[in-house]
Nanobody, 114 residues
Framework: QVQLVESGGGLVQAGGSLTLSCTGYGIIFRNNHMGWYRQAPGKQREWVAA???????SFADSVKGRFTISRDNAKNTLYLHMNNLKPEDTAVYYC????????WGQGTQVTVSS
């Protein structure tokens, strides 16, 4: 059974930075296209960033130039490095395959204050 565990969220002021982590159990990240997603209050979950098996990356227009995604194969951990955070980045952030296939984890809350 696959389990995805996100961490690293918190409260940050606009313009600040955070790095989120996602550890996978029962899944080998380097063998899957992986992604980060987020869900803001009252909105649908949306795709944020992805990293392919060959480590090519892609980003939603709303975060392009501010977020980067990386993967540590030895730790089987996925990261989302978020810079120049904006209040509209406030959401619960999740990782999953890209496209999403497995049960969602609990997510990690990111709150950006203005």
């Amino acid at each position: 059974q696959v389990q995805l565990v996100e961490s690293g969220g918190g409260l940050v002021q606009a313009g600040g930075s955070l790095t989120l982590s996602c550890t996978g159990y029962g899944i080998i990240f380097r063998n899957n296209h992986m992604g980060w997603y987020r869900q803001a209050p009252g909105k649908q979950r949306e795709w944020v960033a992805a990293i392919s098996i060959i480590s090519s990356t892609s980003f939603a227009d709303s975060v392009k130039g501010r977020f980067t995604i990386s993967r540590d194969n030895a730790k089987n951990t996925l990261y989302l490095h978020m810079n120049n955070l904006k209040p509209e980045d406030t959401a619960v952030y999740y990782c999953n395959t890209n496209p999403a296939y497995f049960k969602w984890g609990q997510g990690t809350q990111v709150t950006v204050s203005s």
